[in-house]
């Protein structure tokens, strides 16, 4: 089970430039990808997309890539560079233009513009968006792994419930059959006059074994989901939708306070259950 949450972040030096890519993933009904390139490498787009497609199914995905000179490098200014002003410097003073001398401050300006388009080996940039992509995929595993947890204390305290449930079914039976003979004794109803197929839909008001039965389904189907290696997050929403049916029909249908009270247990659950199954793939 893989959260869609998670934070990432990779780095590789290449030429006295560090290279960063950092990746975020949020929770999202899709795959939502956004990725954010240096001018330079706009062209790995389409490769760094067919990556994150392959390792990622559901969320909203954001890698950005970005690059600086290491901290003890930013104030360095190579002699190269300080030859190459020069020798510009002179020629256009040589075309009659009077030039006031570069500041340093300028020089850095100079050399930030010219790195503008930083190059990295294309070796090196797949290194670092897999190591970043990676590292994503197993920070959504490891929050994954505490929801699924969750999750399963989840399944056993409704099964505590369901089970506290049907022994509270025979009561609840008990309970219509009251109700039932109070109503013929206060109308003063003949057996002549009884009309069955009301008293069976009435009486059907206030089952609700087929609620019981269909959640107990929905449950067990809930259990083994978890257990599946594949993808769930799309089919728990959708079985945590059942469920939540199955438990507001009961407690609407049932005549005693005790299976109402364990059916708002189960819709707690079950809420807290649907938040789980929105973030995770």
Excluded at 88 to 113: H, P
Aim: glycine residues 4%.
């Amino acid at each position: 089970m893989r959260s869609m949450t998670g934070f990432s972040e990779s780095m590789i030096l290449e030429k006295g430039t560090e290279f960063k890519c950092i990746s975020k993933s949020l929770n999202s009904r899709f795959l939502e990808i956004s990725i954010k390139l240096p001018s330079g490498l706009k062209s790995n787009e389409g490769w760094i997309r067919d990556s994150i497609q392959k390792n990622f199914s559901r969320g909203k995905i954001d890698l950005e890539i970005f690059y600086s000179a290491p901290q003890q490098n930013q104030l360095a200014i190579s002699d190269d560079l300080i030859k190459a002003i020069k020798k510009n410097e002179e020629s256009v003073k040589s075309r009659g233009l009077d030039l006031e001398k570069v500041s340093y401050s300028e020089i850095l300006k100079i050399r930030d513009v010219l790195q503008k388009d930083a190059v990295i080996k294309p070796a090196k940039l797949k290194t670092l968006v897999n190591n970043t992509l990676s590292k994503l995929k197993k920070n959504r595993i490891s929050d994954g792994t505490a929801t699924k947890q969750d999750i399963l204390k989840l399944v056993k305290k409704m099964q505590k419930s369901m089970s506290a449930i049907k022994k509270l079914e025979k009561k609840n039976s008990l309970q219509m059959k009251k109700r039932f003979q109070r109503y013929k004794k206060e109308l003063d109803i003949k057996g002549k006059d009884l009309n069955m197929t009301e008293i069976f839909a009435t009486l059907g008001k206030s089952d609700i074994n087929e609620e019981v039965v269909r959640f107990d389904s929905h449950l067990r189907l809930v259990a083994n989901l978890i257990k599946s290696k594949n993808n769930i997050g799309k089919k728990l929403d959708f079985y945590t939708q059942e469920m939540l049916r199955e438990a507001n029909t009961m407690s609407s249908k049932a005549l005693i306070s005790e299976i109402k009270n364990e059916a708002v247990d189960m819709k707690s659950s079950i809420e807290r259950m649907k938040e789980h199954a929105q973030n995770i793939e």
